[in-house]
Nanobody, 123 residues
Framework: VQLQASGGGLVQTGGSLRLSCAAS????????MGWFRQAPGKEREFVAS????????YYSDSVKGRFTISKTRAENTVYLQMNNLKPEDTAVYYC?????????????????WGQGTLVTVSS
C-alpha cells in the first residue's frame, strides 16, 4: 500500500492550497487518514485526520478554522484544503494512515506514511 501526496507549492501569506493524498488501495472503514507536517529543524507535527468509515475529523489547534480535511471514497483520496496560509505553515506535509480512531495526534499511532509534499508560504 502506498500513499501519494501532491499539491504542494509556493503561495503568499493569506493564500490557499489544496493537498491531495491518493491511496493505492482502498482504505478500510476502520482506517483513519490524515496529515502531519515537518518544518525545518522541528519535529513532525499533527495537522488533521479523518475517519474513512464515517465523517469524524480531528484538527490541531494551530490549523482549526483555516484547514479542512475531506475525502472522496470513489478515488481513495484524502484532501487538505488550506486557507489563510501563514509563513509558519511552511513545512513538508506528509499523508498518513492508521487503524483506529482519527482522534490522535501522536506520530507513533500512524503506521503508514507517504512521501512529503513541500508547502512554502512567503511573507
Amino acid at each position: 500500500v502506498q500513499l501519494q501526496a501532491s499539491g504542494g507549492g509556493l503561495v503568499q501569506t493569506g493564500g490557499s492550497l489544496r493537498l491531495s493524498c491518493a491511496a493505492s488501495t482502498r482504505p478500510f472503514s476502520s482506517h483513519a487518514m490524515g496529515w502531519f507536517r515537518q518544518a525545518p529543524g522541528k519535529e513532525r507535527e499533527f495537522v488533521a485526520s479523518i475517519s474513512w468509515g464515517d465523517d469524524r475529523t480531528y484538527y490541531s489547534d494551530s490549523v482549526k478554522g483555516r484547514f479542512t480535511i475531506s475525502k472522496t471514497r470513489a478515488e481513495n483520496t484524502v484532501y487538505l484544503q488550506m486557507n489563510n496560509l501563514k509563513p509558519e505553515d511552511t513545512a513538508v506535509y506528509y499523508c498518513v494512515r492508521r487503524t483506529g480512531s482519527p482522534r490522535t495526534s501522536y506520530v507513533g499511532d500512524y503506521n503508514l506514511w507517504g512521501q512529503g509534499t513541500l508547502v512554502t508560504v512567503s511573507s
